[in-house]
């Protein structure tokens, strides 16, 4: 382990995000008691119910990270970057942190700009679907997600492969931007990565409310299990 995990594991507190992407999560978000550390509401997946989601936004007991997701990230319903732009700019004035993609930052820098006046959190992020890229190509991402203003970066790639899940682990370990990071896998080890990874410093954990669609996303009460286990807090 080296010395910047070290650092990282010690000064930040693994958070669970609850991910909303239907009305059925919705519903069920809503109705918690005790709910995660924050909401990420899928602005792409709830284009269908943006009325009833406004009302419910005053009643869900947690911060709120809005995203509207690229389609080539795994964004739903093959939004336009208008469609997109103004999805974020309608929620952002309810969230506390609002998520881009690295690849759209160009086109959503009027977002990202408002969302910096109004002192709300930047995510810069990067998905890929198919593969674990280099750490290399990994490490430059994080480079640019600096470049372009982010507070913190999102990285989720594939790990299906024992190799994949080492790049990914070997990037978050030995990556040296000063930027708090939240690394997680998908595929089938996913599941493992994020506890792994949360337990590394990353700096959010992302989790379904209902049944998942994302194949390596646990629930939020398996992830806490998982965390009461290992200690991780």
Request: hydrophobic letters at 45%; aromatic letters at 4%; charged letters at 25%.
């Amino acid at each position: 382990m080296t010395a910047r995990t070290t650092v990282k594991t010690s000064r930040t507190r693994a958070q669970i995000v609850g991910v909303i992407a239907s009305s059925s999560d919705l519903r069920f978000a809503s109705r918690m008691t005790t709910p995660p550390d924050l909401f990420e509401l899928r602005l792409d997946h709830l284009i269908g119910l943006l009325d009833e989601l406004e009302k419910k936004m005053p009643i869900l007991r947690a911060p709120l990270i809005i995203t509207a997701r690229h389609p080539d990230e795994g964004g739903a319903n093959r939004l336009s970057i208008q469609q997109r732009r103004e999805l974020l700019l309608r929620f952002l004035p309810r969230a506390r942190y609002v998520d881009v993609e690295l690849r759209s930052v160009k086109e959503l820098r009027p977002v990202l700009e408002l969302a910096r006046r109004k002192k709300i959190h930047r995510i810069i992020s990067f998905h890929d679907l198919k593969k674990t890229p280099s750490v290399r190509t990994l490490k430059a991402k994080a480079r640019a997600a600096t470049s372009a203003g982010a507070n913190s970066l999102k990285i989720a790639t594939r790990t299906d492969t024992p190799a994949q899940l080492v790049r990914l682990f070997e990037f978050f370990v030995n990556e040296d931007v000063d930027l708090p990071i939240s690394a997680m896998g998908i595929g089938q080890l996913g599941a493992a990565s994020r506890v792994a990874l949360a337990q590394l410093g990353s700096v959010f954990t992302y989790a379904s409310i209902g049944q998942s669609t994302i194949e390596g996303q646990l629930s939020i009460r398996q992830l806490r299990s998982a965390f009461t286990a290992l200690k991780i807090a």
